[in-house]
């Protein structure tokens, strides 16, 4: 049973910075690619960010220069560095394998208010 927990979230002013954590047990976690999701109220899920095993990267253009997605495969934790800020990037974030085959955890809520 693979288990998810995101943490980091928290209220920040537009152009600010947050890093969100995401520990994950009870998987492979070093040999798949895992991602960064995040939902926004009235709106359907949308994947953010991926990186492989290998540490190749991948963003949503909506974040690209903004967000760095990392993960340190000895503590199986995936990182997402967030700077400059946008009320838009207002969301519940969430991690998972990048084809959201595992159960969701709890997310974690990151709002950009002034």
């Known amino acids: 049973q693979v288990q998810l927990v995101e943490s980091g979230g928290g209220l920040v002013q537009p152009g600010g910075s947050l890093r969100l954590s995401c520990a994950v047990s009870g998987s492979r976690f070093n040999i798949y690619t895992m991602a960064w999701f995040r939902q926004a109220p009235g709106k359907q899920r949308e994947l953010v960010a991926s990186?492989?095993?290998?540490?190749?990267?991948s963003y949503v253009d909506s974040v690209k220069g903004r967000f760095t997605i990392s993960r340190d495969n000895a503590k199986n934790t995936l990182y997402l560095q967030m700077r400059s800020l946008k009320p838009e990037d207002t969301a519940v974030y969430y991690c998972?394998?990048?084809?959201?085959?595992?159960?969701w955890g709890q997310g974690t809520q990151v709002t950009v208010s002034s």
């Open positions: 998972n394998h990048f084809a959201g085959i595992y159960s």
């Open positions: 990186i492989t095993s290998t540490q190749a990267t």
